[in-house]
RNA sequence: GGUAACGUGGCCGAGUGGCUAGGCUCAGCUCUGCAAAAGCUGCUACAGCGGUUCGAAUCCGCUCGUUACCUCCA
């Protein structure tokens, strides 16, 4: 590997160079979205998040293995609900099939985020589609003596597991503060501890959602079927473990716990990354705020907090520009700064498309070549420090500085060497396309352009110059578009 | 209450001891038929108060302010 990427991992607390378990191969995990709702802003970070640092370390040489779950099951709404799903919540009061629910929002999670030009995972398990291997995850940790059933749920046990390893490591938690600062909860309650968290939940006789167990119909617990799966697909021991950073406490930590008490007490990931929120007025963007937007409303423009539409590269650039472990606040000033800073990277990629072939024909400057190799190298530190786009981004314009310098004669190319451009034009075009993602949002409307093309034929033919009149069919027909002179007026038609 | 962060110029946002962050906005200049684009220059900074240090936005303490997690949450 070329470049060496430092990753801050939280289970550290600390910048760690990345060394994958078996090089060349990484496996990385990321906790995907509940499909109960439309995605939002906070969903496009996670998503833009993992989805540089899955470019990047394909970039840098590693094969990887991209895992992203969608949970449609599981997750309670809160305790009172007493284990009424949420997916199963929403079905009743629509009337429709709980799968239907979350197959519609996964279609549209699908919809939105690849507008986004995030490349999909490799696997993209269904929580549903897992249950043996959640149950069979929930009895190793009850042969291991770390859960316990109660009428037909199982739930684990925290406080026995943190008497042999230590609960709460990746959070910073105390489990004595935990058990002190929840003891409002329910006496009712199943659970030996306040602490405990289900693995097994017995169904209600309403619940819908449902599936056969050795301790009863029911459903997985909301922690499980990330640790089953990744386990599945990455193993029991992998490389990076992802996620917002409101998934810290309690489901990654739980997560651990789960992991390391059913198999080989050994630590499921070895990195976890966690990205910060977004905010709106310095308050975090949520569902239970009711402050998010969500990505269709920014791109169609219909929400309360837009001035205006913003297109997908507009948000994927947005989303860039700060650091992810940063939080991020939205505003409308904040997306069309975005909106010009994503124009000018991508103009440069207009000039420099221009520019091939004139470097290294003349004498080399060698200052300036020595500059912009330096100018280069900047680009890969920003991004090998903890991913900090940020910080790539502002080389990339240091770059873009001198790139539309050259392009406009005030650096002279043809004094640097092919070398050097070559490292500079590569440089430039892979990581704005390749690792940060970014593509070519044409603005220019069709119809528009040709309404005009068509003013200039008009004019053309009333004036006879029967020269330009061909001239502008023949550039349109290249274009596989056909004019149509009519007896009403001048039509087009594509070219059939 | 417990734990963890944060407070940078008009706006967004990097930066952990000394070297220009960057983008947007604004003003001026170059270029230009006029513009635009681009380049160059400039303008308001590191919440406050103390301390450590030759030197701090960066380390330490206190004060003020904001937030996150502790319940589902990207």
């Known amino acids: 590997m070329q470049q060496k990427l430092n990753l801050y991992n939280t289970l550290t607390r600390k910048k760690e160079e990345f060394q994958p378990l078996h090089p060349p191969f990484v496996g990385m995990y990321l906790c995907g979205p509940t499909v109960y709702g439309e995605p939002h802003l906070g969903h496009a970070r996670s998503a833009v998040t993992f989805d540089v640092l899955y470019r990047y370390l394909k970039f840098i040489g590693y094969k990887v293995r991209y895992v992203r779950n969608i949970t449609d099951v599981g997750h309670l709404v809160n305790d009172a609900d007493e284990g009424e799903d949420k997916i199963q919540k929403l079905a009743k009061l629509e009337n429709l099939e709980p799968m239907e629910v979350a197959q519609n929002y996964t279609n549209i999670y699908h919809r939105d985020i690849s507008r986004l030009n995030n490349l999909p995972p490799d696997i993209e398990p269904r929580a549903s589609g897992h249950i043996i291997e959640q149950i069979e995850m929930i009895q190793e940790i009850l042969e291991n003596g770390f859960a316990y059933e109660v009428n037909g749920s199982v739930y684990f046990d925290v406080e026995k597991y943190n008497k042999a390893y230590k609960y709460g490591k990746l959070s910073g938690r105390v489990i004595e503060d935990l058990i002190g600062n929840t003891r409002t909860l329910d006496g009712q309650d199943e659970k030996r501890a306040s602490v405990d968290f289900a693995l097994w939940k017995k169904a209600s006789p309403t619940h819908i959602m449902r ?286």
């Open 211 to 496: 599936w056969a167990s050795p301790w009863s119909d029911g459903f997985p617990g909301w922690h499980l079927e990330c640790s089953a799966m990744s386990r599945k697909y990455l193993g029991k021991t992998f490389d990076i473990h992802g996620g917002g950073l409101d998934l810290m406490f309690p489901h990654h930590e739980c997560e651990i716990a789960q992991s390391q008490a059913s198999h080989n007490h050994t630590d499921a990931a070895r990195y976890w990354i966690h990205n910060n929120m977004i905010t709106v007025g310095g308050q975090k963007m949520g569902k239970s705020l009711g402050n998010f937007i969500n990505l269709s409303e920014l791109f169609n423009g219909n929400h309360d907090m837009l001035e205006q539409a913003y297109t997908p590269m507009t948000i994927r650039f947005f989303i860039l520009q700060a650091h992810y472990r940063s939080t991020l606040d939205f505003s409308n000033d904040a997306l069309q700064a975005a909106r010009k800073g994503y124009s000018k990277l991508m103009n440069g990629l207009r000039i420099l498309a221009k520019m091939d072939g004139q470097a290294g024909t003349g004498e080399p400057d060698q200052k300036l070549n020595e500059e912009l190799k330096k100018l280069v190298e900047d680009c890969f530190k920003g991004l090998n420090d903890d991913l900090n786009t940020a910080k790539t981004i502002a080389s990339l314009f240091n770059l873009l500085k001198k790139i539309n310098s050259l392009y406009l004669g005030q650096l002279t190319i043809a004094s640097i060497t092919t070398e050097v451009y070559t490292l500079l034009t590569e440089t430039y075009r892979t990581l704005v396309l390749d690792v940060l993602g970014l593509q070519q949002e044409s603005t220019a409307d069709v119809e528009e352009m040709l309404h005009l093309v068509l003013g200039f034929y008009k004019e053309a033919k009333d004036t006879k110059a029967y020269d330009k009149v061909d001239e502008i069919r023949a550039e349109l027909k290249k274009q596989g578009i056909v004019i149509k002179d009519l007896k009403t007026g001048i039509d087009w038609a594509y070219e059939e």
